[in-house]
């Protein structure tokens, strides 16, 4: 009987980079919950941080080739989920000053 292995996340983005989108998959699948966990953790269980989520693997996917493997794959998409999640924060409170100025200014 052949044992199969389950391959490493090192196994799976040399995979993902040569276009196999059956490993990249298998990535998403595995951090998924970590990287939604920070998402969530950031800006709450909202809409906004679906889209963070799904935008973390969407920059990750169009970095591939840049990613070298020196941090572990959960700490290089944890930093990605964190910066977007800041990058969400900024918007946020950059719509409330803006909501509250035309308020303020509709008040008056």
């Known amino acids: 009987m052949k044992s199969f292995s389950t391959p490493s996340d ?9 276009g196999d989108n059956a490993a990249f998959r298998m990535l998403v699948h595995r951090h998924e919950h970590q990287v939604r966990s920070i998402v ?11 889209d963070v989520a799904q935008e ?7 970095s591939l080739g840049d990613f070298r493997g020196e941090a572990a794959l ?35």
């Open 10 to 18: 090192i196994e799976l983005v040399k995979r993902a980079k040569q």
């Open 40 to 50: 969530i953790g950031m800006l709450g269980n909202t809409a906004e941080s679906d």
């Open 56 to 62: 973390v693997f969407i920059r990750f996917y169009r």
């Open 74 to 108: 959960s700490t290089y998409l944890s930093r990605i989920a964190i910066n977007l999640s800041l990058n969400e924060i900024k918007r946020r409170d950059t719509r409330h000053k803006r909501l509250a100025f035309f308020m303020e200014m509709k008040c008056q």
